[in-house]
């Protein structure tokens, strides 16, 4: 399945997609991280930073997958939409 750009400045369904999905593994990644590096947190208290920390980096994650696909032209080079042999010249 070969990858389709949406162009320079502009965003499909499937970027949103993407985003959203690489903003959810991050959260999940971060939460399991912590609670194997601190110890599983079994109240409140304890579980709230954790939720807290995983939300910030899941919401980092999606927004920069954002910003780098409005930079990406068509072609899949960053802030160009010139063919890669234009480019690389």
């Keep these: 399945m070969e ?3 949406s162009g ?9 997609e993407r985003g959203l999905l690489l ?12 609670s194997f590096s601190k110890g599983l947190p079994t109240d409140w208290v304890k579980l709230q930073p954790v939720l807290l920390t995983a939300l910030g980096v899941g919401v980092t994650a999606g927004i920069s997958y954002i910003l780098k696909n409005l930079g990406t032209g068509a072609n899949g080079q960053m802030l160009t939409n010139k063919p890669k042999e234009e480019v690389k010249k």
């Design 3 to 5: 990858r389709t750009f």
């Design 23 to 34: 903003a959810v593994i991050g959260a999940v990644l971060t939460v399991l991280y912590e």
């Design 8 to 16: 320079l400045g502009k965003l499909t369904l499937g970027d949103w």
